[in-house]
């Protein structure tokens, strides 16, 4: 079994809203960085959000404002909720895990070592 599952993906209107999950195993909700990623075709992966250990979260300034990414301790999931969602926004998400508690900014891949296998998410204009 995967250590991350992501689940959520799907395609909407530019202006509507997803929600994404990751089910993690539930010790790592609460001991370590968990961060959400996407990468669109012929970009590179670029961060998203990220939620450290106690809760503090992080957001790169192109989704502040309309991403919230919380954790879901009774489904053991993260979570990422998006509003107001826009073309730019289409990729493939991915949710990841680093070893450590605290995020640490600029959040970047190299950090993280556990991935998912993503879930695709397409705005439509």
């Known amino acids: 079994q995967p250590q991350l599952a992501e689940s959520g993906g799907a395609s909407v209107q530019a202006g509507g809203s997803l929600r994404l999950s990751c089910v993690a195993p539930s010790y790592a909700l609460s001991m370590f960085c968990m961060a959400w990623f996407r990468q669109a075709p012929g970009q590179w992966r670029e961060p998203v959000a990220a939620i450290d250990a106690a809760g503090g979260t992080m957001y790169v300034d192109s989704v502040k404002g309309r991403f919230t990414v919380s954790k879901d301790t009774a489904q053991n999931a993260l979570i990422l909720q998006m509003n107001s969602l826009e073309p730019g926004d289409s990729a493939t998400y991915y949710c990841?895990?680093?070893?450590?508690?605290?995020?640490?900014?600029?959040?970047?891949?190299?950090?993280?070592?556990?991935w998912g296998h993503g879930t695709q998410v397409t705005v439509s204009s």
């Open positions: 990841a895990r680093r070893s450590q508690n605290l995020c640490l900014s600029p959040l970047r891949e190299v950090d993280f070592g556990i």
